[in-house]
């Protein structure tokens, strides 16, 4: 399992991570924030986080190696 803090910035940047989630659909990968848990793949559930703020990442699955480098652009 891969953990880090990741920053989206707005409703571009949250377009540009789903956009980025879906090549990688084989990966579970979920947001933490506060009480909140939800899965990245969903652009609603992005929105309804506070972005102004850094977000936990956990990753798992096959070929993570992939995503973890495309993910270094949102990465803190």
Do not use: W
């Not at 924030?33 to 992005?46: P, R, V």
């Not at 972005?51 to 949102?74: H, M, N, R, V």
């Amino acid at each position: 399992m891969y953990s880090t803090n990741i920053n989206i910035n707005g409703v571009n940047g949250a377009r540009e991570f789903v956009a980025l989630t879906a090549k990688y659909p084989q990966i579970q990968i979920t947001l933490n924030h506060n009480e909140y848990s939800i899965d990245a793949h969903s652009i609603i559930g992005i929105l309804s986080l506070d972005l102004s703020k850094p977000i936990a990442l956990e990753a798992d699955g096959e070929d993570i190696d992939a995503f973890i480098e495309a993910l270094k652009p949102f990465t803190v």
